[in-house]
């Protein structure tokens, strides 16, 4: 009787290692992916800027644009 006890003691035993080894990769996948979720927001963020500048830019191009008049000669003429 003793003998099952010790062998399922190191059944138990060999459960809760393969666990925490388990437990130990998952840890570090979790870790790994909010650092690419931490990358990916910065560069979300410098993206949704440089749209925000283009579009001010487009925004100017067109008020330039709107101030030359469209049939005019050019200056060689």
Not at 38 to 46: N, P, W
Request: hydrophobic share 40%; no cysteine.
């Amino acid at each position: 009787m003793r003998a099952l006890m010790q062998g399922t003691a190191v059944e138990h035993e060999d459960r809760f290692v393969d666990i925490e080894i388990k437990l130990a990769h998952m840890e570090d996948l979790v870790d790994s992916l909010n650092q690419t979720v931490y990358q990916q927001a910065r560069r979300i963020d410098q993206l949704e800027a440089m749209v925000q500048q283009l579009a001010e830019h487009l925004r100017t191009m067109r008020e330039i644009g709107r101030q030359t008049p469209v049939n005019e000669r050019p200056p060689h003429y």
